[in-house]
């Protein structure tokens, strides 16, 4: 009985070995691809910062107006004006909702019909 119990020790002991070197080595590939993952990050950061510049660059407003005033005879475009934007009372806002006690009843068309009896 005493032997068995050693064997089932031994086996136990062996399994979770096994186990645990399962386990270090997934944690090690997990953290290889952490590490993969943080570099690319940085990497999208970097060129996102780059790309934010590049707009800051080109969007100068005296770049801009230069490059209207180039292309003014194919554009036609022009400052904007206060006279170009309409007023808030031209905005046509929709009706506030009914009540629930104001709501219409039922059309009439929907109502079923009375037959009238005939002779």
Do not use: C
Not at 18 to 38: G, M, P, V
Not at 101 to 112: G, K, Q, R, S
């Amino acid at each position: 009985m005493r032997s068995l119990f050693y064997v089932l020790t031994a086996l136990v002991v062996m399994a979770l070995a096994f186990w645990a070197y399962r386990e270090n080595y997934r944690t090690q590939a997990k953290l290889t691809e952490i590490d993969r993952l943080q570099s690319e990050i940085g990497h999208l950061r970097e060129s996102l910062n780059v790309l934010k510049a590049e707009w800051a660059y080109l969007n100068r407003p005296d770049r801009l107006r230069e490059l209207t005033e180039i292309n003014f005879d194919r554009l036609q475009l022009l400052p904007l004006r206060a006279a170009q934007f309409g007023t808030a009372a031209q905005v046509d806002y929709p009706a506030p909702p009914l009540p629930p006690e104001m709501e219409p009843a039922e059309p009439l068309d929907a109502l079923p019909q009375a037959q009238e009896p005939t002779p």
